[in-house]
């Protein structure tokens, strides 16, 4: 299991911040596999109406934190997690240090206009950052013009994504940025590199909410989009997965789970077969839209509709 990381990066005596006043709608800052804007339709209609705090252990690209934080008109306490450390110093940076964020990336921005290729190569294999800003922006840069999104590191960790076919990619989305940062201030999120079973065993209680996402169990030989970090998630995982839904379900957690629709997890959530939604979602890892084709996914929860939005 991988070691905890509890400590919050501090704001810079630099940073903006001013008051909150209404929250601004925003979106995934990211581009990342298996991400649930897609879905969003359908997650909206079983999203308990209330809950107290929030807990997202696999969070990606986050999609479902910001559209509950966007489109609920309430505030709540956001637990979020993922293993990839990159990601998640991208989070804290933009929580903490979104003014020096930006400026760094309108840079990268303007740079990569000047020769997309040289630039994008010169970023992902030659650029070293300095501090957690360069990394951020590093991090942001690189997922917004390589090839469709995708992280991927070989078996030194280093990421190894060619160049994505782009226009004119939007390096820096100030105003989404901003946005962002005020979401994760607003809600006080608690932002974390830890496993997903530390976060939420230690502080899931009756009445939150937990968002379920994890990689998905492969539907096909070459459909196995796993591997997010060094760690893999195999059957083993799953197996441990459904553990830990009952053990929130026996806690009175309202959990709310997306995989594959394939017989082995059908099977692994068998006993809450009548609150199991199949859904059809297109698939955005192809980077022609002509072969991104429907996909069948499985919504498990361990609550009733009466409790839904």
């Known amino acids: ?85 990159d990601l998640i110093t991208s989070y804290k940076i933009v929580k903490h240090n979104v003014k020096e964020l930006i400026q760094l990336l309108k840079k990268y921005e303007a740079e990569y206009k000047e020769d997309p290729i040289e630039y994008y190569y010169t970023l992902r294999d030659t650029i070293r950052p300095k501090n957690d800003i360069e990394k951020a922006a590093r991090f942001i840069a690189l997922n917004k013009t390589c090839y469709n999104g995708l992280y991927r590191v070989n078996r030194a960790g280093i990421f190894n ?46 009445g939150d909410f937990v968002f379920l ?41 309202r959990v709310l789970l997306t995989n594959s629709d394939t017989p082995f997890i059908r099977e692994l959530y068998s006993d809450f077969a009548t609150n199991i939604k199949e859904v059809s979602v297109l698939r955005a890892i192809n980077c022609k839209a002509s072969k991104r084709t429907g996909h069948k996914e499985l919504l498990v929860r361990n609550y009733d509709n009466d409790t839904c939005f």
């Open 213 to 253: 996402d994890p990689p998905y169990n492969p539907t096909s030989s070459t459909s196995n989009f796993t591997n997010y970090t060094d760690y893999g998630f195999g059957d083993n995982d799953q197996e441990q997965l459904a553990n830990i839904f009952r053990k929130l379900d026996d806690r009175k957690c």
């Open 161 to 206: 994504v060619p160049i994505g076919r782009y226009k004119n990619p939007p390096i820096c989305d100030s105003n989404n940025l901003e946005n962002v940062s005020q979401a994760l201030r607003y809600s006080k999120a608690i932002i974390q590199a830890r496993d997903y079973r530390q976060m939420i065993l230690e502080k899931a209680e009756k």
């Open 1 to 85: 299991m991988q070691k905890s990381e509890d400590v919050e990066l501090r704001p810079s005596p630099h940073s903006a911040y001013q008051p909150f006043g209404e929250l601004r709608n925003c979106y995934p800052f990211v581009k990342w596999a298996g991400g649930k804007t897609q879905l969003l339709v359908e997650l909206d209609k079983v999203i308990p109406s209330e809950f107290d705090q929030y807990f997202e252990p696999f969070l990606g690209g986050g999609a479902m934190f910001f559209h509950l934080i966007s489109n609920r008109n309430r505030i709540f306490t956001a637990y979020l997690a993922d293993l990839n450390r």
